[in-house]
C-alpha cells in the first residue's frame, strides 16, 4: 500500500526555494552546521504545522447522516479489503517459514546437495520479498 500525495503546488513551491534562500543568505557566514539547524528547525515547522491543518476524514462528525453513512461504508470496504490481503500474505509467510523450516532440518540431517535447495528456497523468499516490497511501494 503506497502512499499518495498530492501534486506540489508551484507557487507553495516557489514560497518554499524563497525561504530556504532567505535562510541560507542569513546564515551564511555562520556555516553549514548552523544553516544546516536553522533549515531543520523551518521543515520540522512546516510539518509540524501541516499535520496541524490536515484534515482527516471521519474524524470531525458530519451533521449529515448520509455523509456519515457513505464514510462507514468506504471504510468498512478498505478495512475488508485490507484484512483479505493481510490474511492472503500471511499464509504466504507461514508456507514459505516452513518451507524454509523443511529446507533446515534436510540440511541437520547431514544430507547434501551442494546447496541446490538453499539456494531454491533463497530464490523463492527473494522472489516473495521483491514483489511484497514492490506492492508496498517505497519507504520513508
Not at 551564511?28 to 484534515?55: F, Y
Not at 453513512?69 to 509467510?93: D, G
Request: hydrophobic fraction near 45%.
Amino acid at each position: 500500500m503506497g502512499m499518495q500525495t498530492a501534486p506540489i503546488d508551484p507557487v507553495e513551491r516557489d514560497l518554499a526555494a524563497a525561504q530556504l534562500d532567505d535562510i541560507v543568505a542569513a546564515n551564511r557566514e555562520r556555516g553549514w552546521a548552523t544553516c544546516k539547524e536553522v533549515v531543520l528547525a523551518w521543515h520540522l515547522e512546516a510539518v509540524a504545522n501541516a499535520r496541524a491543518e490536515a484534515s482527516v476524514p471521519g474524524l470531525a462528525r458530519s451533521q449529515d447522516p448520509v455523509v456519515e453513512e457513505a464514510l462507514s461504508r468506504f471504510y468498512h470496504r478498505h478495512r475488508c479489503t485490507t484484512v483479505r490481503r493481510l490474511k492472503a500474505e500471511n499464509l504466504e509467510l507461514q508456507r514459505k517459514l516452513i518451507d524454509a523450516v523443511a529446507c533446515a532440518r534436510f540440511y541437520e540431517t547431514g544430507a547434501a546437495d551442494a546447496g541446490e535447495r538453499a539456494h531454491s528456497m533463497l530464490a523463492s523468499l527473494e522472489r516473495y520479498a521483491g514483489a511484497t516490497a514492490t506492492k508496498a511501494g517505497p519507504s520513508n
